[in-house]
């Protein structure tokens, strides 16, 4: 019956995917969706799939802090921290000065610029949450800036894995687990969801 759930729940998300609207910047094709861009808008079933695909990744008895980055971040901790009990905190792109305060550079394939990282204690056991994960930029800057805290980032999930990012920070952060729900390419203007067989 859980296989079953969870094969339904991966359906629903690639489906949500493979319908995704297509733009191009410049010479590059990008797909719009709710989990990754806001827009269009996120029926219910979508999250609950990225919500119940996750929960298993996780050793959730040995978290203590649930890390996401702003935007898309958000709704996905929200029901993840509901459900978990486990607190969560956001890498804001907003400097507020706190004591502690981290700030990090960090540069994606179409964009660059700050995160700032709050009340994240040193010994904590972290997960990061995050949409996609593409050139895997943002997510180097961010392992980066946990480590400045003295916490320990146990688990990442993305919900989309696109482009050879999340192969190369496993390679260079061996000690973390990396996972992510779906992986895909673009096929000039067609999403390709691909085997996770073929990993």
Partial sequence: MVKVTIMREIEILKESLVNAPIIWKGDYPYFIHPITDGVPRLEPEVLKAVIELSIPLIDWGSVDMILGIEAMGLPLMAPLSMRTGIPMVIGRKRQYGLEGEIE????TGYSKGSIFLNDIKQGENLVIIDDVLSTGGTIRSVIEGVKKTGAVIQNIVVVVEKGPGMATLQKDYPDIRFDSLV?????????VILDRGSD
């Fill in 183 to 191: 992986k895909l390419e673009m096929d000039g203007e067609k999403v």
């Fill in 104 to 107: 990090i550079n960090q540069e």
